[in-house]
């Protein structure tokens, strides 16, 4: 089992910034990937970006290369989401997941990840 809890978001003008957390605990040692994914009201749930556990390698979603960065800090098991030039359409709930079992990655497919959190709200007002 994997916990994430995700924290970070709020209110913010267009064109700010937020950064979102999520510490993973639990089966750290057999994680392969991490992501991000938002869903708005009435929406699907959208992929936004995901890392590798080990190296660097990153993969983003085009709604939001050269704005969002994904990022990692292995000693303190936490993924990060920093996000930046913020636009309404941005306005959704914000999860993290994590992939324990090793898949082709890179992948934007919800199913393809083994534990969700339980999202933070993230408002983007014009």
């Known amino acids: 089992q994997v916990q994430l809890v995700e924290s970070g978001g709020g209110l913010v003008q267009a064109g700010g910034s937020l950064r979102l957390s999520c510490p993973a605990s639990?089966?750290?040692?057999?994680?392969?990937?991490m992501g991000w994914f938002r869903q708005a009201p009435g929406k699907e749930r959208e992929f936004v970006a995901t890392i590798r556990w080990r190296g660097d390698s990153t993969y983003y979603a085009d709604s939001v290369k050269g704005r969002f960065t994904i990022s990692r800090d292995n000693a303190k098991n936490t993924v990060y989401l920093q996000m930046n030039s913020l636009k309404p359409e941005d306005t959704a709930v914000y999860y993290c997941?994590?992939?324990?079992?090793?898949?082709?990655?890179?992948?934007?497919?919800?199913?393809?990840?083994?534990?969700w959190g339980q999202g933070t709200q993230v408002t983007v007002s014009s």
């Open positions: 639990g089966r750290i040692f057999s994680m392969y990937a």
């Open positions: 997941a994590a992939m324990i079992l090793p898949r082709a990655w890179p992948t934007s497919r919800p199913d393809e990840y083994d534990y």
